[in-house]
């Protein structure tokens, strides 16, 4: 039983960032119909915000420290940020350390500004073009976005550090009454759930409750009775699309700590949402969602010592199995509209 | 001439002709000249212009006349190495049976994934095949390690049987591939002047075998099977009307390509004995998608040069360092020629899949058709007429 548990929670964070990424995927395929491979590098992006940040609070200048002295007794250089000197020592610490959660608000209109001026400066003029030629040139887009990336940050991983207040593990456990130390589970992680149930909470009940979001509703219905009703709908979806590239930024920020970021984890996650996407429903928000939590899961019980003893290579293989399986047997996907996308 | 029209024909020829004389062509600036680094002369890239050539040539088959777009194509190269190699560790090192395994092994595997991934089309036949190449990817680093050689990739031994050959040379080394006595390694070199020229024996196998597939790409184009793929991709449905069932002939169009990807892999095992996973990763699929678009989709000299052009881009752009590009800008002023050498340096080196990038999306913006629409556009300039032909012949993007 906590074997179980365990395995679940362990599924709950990398279900996390699939549906999140998922959700975006879906979004911009529901309002605008393009099938977008540029997300996983936004995922990416999100994440290289982050880094960015980072790197900015921690710029520092050499001060000489009249205090401490080294071995021969002369005066030591000390690195100190600039935030020190503005904010005072130890409000300049707490800043560092709590680089991670603030870069959501460095990112966030970050990937609005990329995500609006991708879709108005490329996207836009893919509407009409067949789904291949919209896979093909977000494709290329990646691949430049990555690569730039990599120019710039190297192409090894960034180790970025979660704040010091959720290092260590909370014993889950012997919260619920099993023995102490039976499931572990990194508070990060826990917080890294949290942000993303309380990133799916808001994107629905915007769509669900505002009145923007009830048009964009209506657009995604049918988007040319929208247009007569003397909507502009053009700008709402960019504006969606920008959000989208929020979401997926937003979840690549707070998924730093839990594995540090490198160019090439875009892509590496973007095949694993796309499989999401579809075994969700193509253009299923909710689907979305739960096909990525429940694919995160999948995969962390496929890697259980004793499944694998039982089928080796499961864990490698898993969610590509599950979309098989799904594509072969349910073509609309778990939740997908009947007719949607089905042939 | 062969059966073929007389404009096929001359194409064939104009292939030929081009891959005779790569040598030559390849390598216009003399030996030692600051221009000599864009020579692509030199064996191990031109044997991959061939074989990239006929990986690309497959994967047309398959995308440019039925309009399936499949991104795991690289798990049947990879697979067709695996065989290749396992053919030099058990058999011996001659390369013909080598190709022919893995040939058969990855038709075998197109049929098997082809099948199942058939039955959707559109993007989901394209997650499909994704998901297929992936789970080959991941089971080749992982469980299948014993077959694989996992992450250090299947490598010749010493002590391998090679039954019909021998297990090590009288000098105690692992033997190299080569044709009945012929090794693949040997070339000999031609100096001209200034010039050298390497003519390679691995290079003019691989031309050989390009050329047979792509005369055999033509008869294809050319036959009624060509048509009926052609009439799938331009609507389905119609085809369906006419009480035709496609999809025999799709997944015939997919085994064809997925040989030609396994044929591509036996002779880069042949040129090279090793296999790693690494070749059937997605980024390899989305290369060949690459280079067929670049070239031309559903022409049938496009993904040849596609192919040639991604090569040429990925050996000579990566040579480019900054040290280089100082030499060229050193004439400016100095704070104009470091802004151009931080600017051009985004684009050479190790960062030439920007180059790639940004090219290919150019391609898909404004010329969907590749090098050969670009072709023809520029001739249809200097003619200044039949400007329909050109517009009608512009390649119809898959569905």
Known sequence: MDAIILQILNGLDKGSAYALIALGLTLIFGTLGVVNFAHGALFMIGAFCAVTLNKLLTLSHVVIDETKTDFLGNPLKVQVPYVNDIFGEAAGAAIIDWSVPLAIFFAIPVMIAIGVIMERGLIKHFYKRPHADQILVTFGLAIVLQEIIKYFYGANPIPTPAPDAFKGSFDFGAAIGFDANTIIYPYWRLVYFGFASLIIGAVFAFLQFTTFGMVVRAGMADRETVGLLGINIDKRFTIMFGLAAAVAGLAGVMYTPINSPNYHMGMDFLVLSFVVVVVGGMGSLPGAVLAGFLLGILESFASMREVIDIIPGINQVIIYLVAVIILLTRPRGLMGRKGVMED | ?399
């Open chain 2, 1 to 399: 001439m062969f059966g073929l029209e007389k404009k096929d024909a001359n194409l064939l020829l104009f292939v030929a002709a081009l891959a005779i004389f790569a040598p030559f062509i390849l390598n216009p600036f003399p030996e030692g000249s600051a221009m000599a680094q864009f020579n692509a002369g030199y064996p191990d890239l031109m044997q991959r212009f061939a074989i990239f050539g006929i990986f690309a040539i497959g994967f047309n088959i398959l995308f440019g006349l039925t309009g399936y777009l499949s991104f795991g194509h690289a798990a049947f190269l990879g697979v067709g190495s695996y065989a290749a190699v396992w053919m030099f560790k058990l058999l011996s090192m001659n390369v013909i049976p080598a190709i022919i395994l893995a040939v058969i092994i990855s038709g075998l595997f197109a049929l098997v994934i082809g099948y199942v991934s058939l039955r959707r089309s559109g993007i989901y036949f394209s997650i499909l095949t994704l998901a297929f190449a992936q789970m080959c990817f991941a089971l080749a680093y992982s469980v299948l390690t014993p077959i694989t050689g996992g992450e250090t990739g299947l490598q010749l031994a010493l002590d391998d049987p090679r039954i019909l050959g021998v297990s090590q040379t009288p000098e105690g080394n692992i033997p190299v591939p080569g044709l009945f006595g012929l090794e693949m390694r040997e070339s000999f070199e031609m100096a001209v002047g200034p010039w050298v020229f390497t003519f390679n024996i691995g290079y003019y196998f691989c031309a050989i075998i390009m050329l047979l597939s792509f005369y055999l790409a033509i008869r294809i184009f050319r036959s009624p099977f060509g048509m009926m793929l052609r009439a799938i991709k331009s609507n389905q449905q119609r085809l369906n009307y006419t009480g035709l069932n496609p999809r025999p002939y799709t997944l015939a169009a997919f085994v064809i390509s997925g040989m030609y990807a396994g044929l591509a892999g036996g002779l880069m095992a042949s040129m090279d004995p090793l296999a790693g996973a690494e070749r059937m990763q997605w980024t390899a699929s989305g290369e060949v998608v690459l280079m067929t678009i670049l070239g031309g989709v559903g022409t049938l000299i496009g993904p040849v040069l596609g192919a040639g052009l991604l090569k040429y881009m990925e050996n000579i752009l990566s040579k480019i360092n900054k040290g280089v590009l100082e030499g060229w800008f050193s004439f400016m002023p100095d704070g104009m020629s470091d802004t151009f050498v931080f600017l051009t340096n985004l684009f050479v080196g190790k960062q030439w899949h920007i180059t790639t990038g940004v090219i290919f999306m150019l391609v898909i913006i404004f010329l969907p058709g590749g090098l050969v629409e670009l072709g023809k556009r520029i001739s249809g300039m200097f003619r200044k007429k039949d400007d329909d032909n050109t517009k009608s012949a512009k390649a119809e993007p898959a569905e």
